[in-house]
């Protein structure tokens, strides 16, 4: 089973700040097969990027997503008010797991 | 509109069963895998089985093989879980999410219900 790892695990910056979130993966991701999701408190997930880099329908181009193998990329450009929140990545090279999540909170 | 709509959670004893529906509409529910997400209070998210569009299904969480069965009905737009043996363990939010198959064979999950909640306890 692929093993992900997020870090950090709290991520405490300012609207209009750059936000950097890391997942890494025990063993190589295949065909760059990995999904970030976004979760607000009380809400259900929602998808943020496929295939490492493709933002899903309706996501601002603030979000993009970078990275292959073992090391993945989420980074916001500039944080919104709206973006503060819990963030997982997930791969589906082999089988399908989730990372443990990233919080983004207000500073 | 793209929507899925959970329902069949509640507070149940340990030992129990319970199934799970999730109602789909927007789509073409017959082209589509879907899966179960749960996630415990306070927990990160945990996918507990998947139906391909035929009706293969991978059950990916080892606590819950051979105690949860997922199932589907196109022609209710339904997809199903079916939950056995109930443990304190498997209080969570359950979450039905559209499946979209990779080239790998595999899934990733572009549309979510809100969940239904399921509580074990005596």
């Known amino acids: 089973e692929i093993v992900l790892t997020q870090s950090p695990g709290t991520l405490s910056l300012s609207p209009g700040e750059r936000a950097t979130l890391s997942c890494r993966a025990s063993?190589?991701?295949?065909?760059?097969?990995l999904a970030w999701y976004q979760q607000k408190p009380g809400q259900a997930p929602r998808l943020l990027i496929s295939?490492?880099?493709s933002r899903a329908t309706g996501i601002p181009d603030r979000f993009s997503g970078s990275g292959s193998g073992t090391d993945f990329t989420l980074t916001i450009s500039r944080l919104e008010p709206e973006d503060f929140a819990v963030y997982y990545c997930?791969?589906?090279?082999?089988?399908?797991?989730f990372g443990g999540g990233t919080k983004v909170e207000i500073k | 509109e793209v929507q899925l709509v959970e329902s069949g959670g509640g507070l149940m004893q340990p030992g129990g069963s319970l199934r799970l529906s999730c109602a789909a509409s927007?789509?073409?529910?017959?082209?589509?895998?879907m899966s179960w997400v749960r996630q415990a209070p306070g927990k990160g998210l945990e996918c507990v089985s998947t139906i391909s569009d035929s009706g293969t299904t991978t059950p990916y969480a080892d606590s819950v093989k051979g105690r949860y069965t997922i199932s589907r009905d196109n022609s209710r737009n339904t997809v199903y879980l079916q939950l056995n043996s109930l443990t304190a363990e498997d209080t969570a939010i359950y979450y039905c999410?559209?499946?979209?198959?990779?080239?790998?064979?595999?899934?990733?999950?572009?549309?979510w219900g809100k969940g239904t909640t399921v509580t074990v306890s005596s």
């Open positions: 295939g490492a880099s």
């Open positions: 997930q791969q589906y090279g082999s089988s399908l797991t």
């Open positions: 063993q190589s991701v295949g065909s760059s097969s």
């Open positions: 927007g789509f073409t529910f017959s082209t589509y895998g």
């Open positions: 999410a559209r499946a979209r198959v990779a080239g790998t064979g595999s899934y990733y999950m572009d549309v």
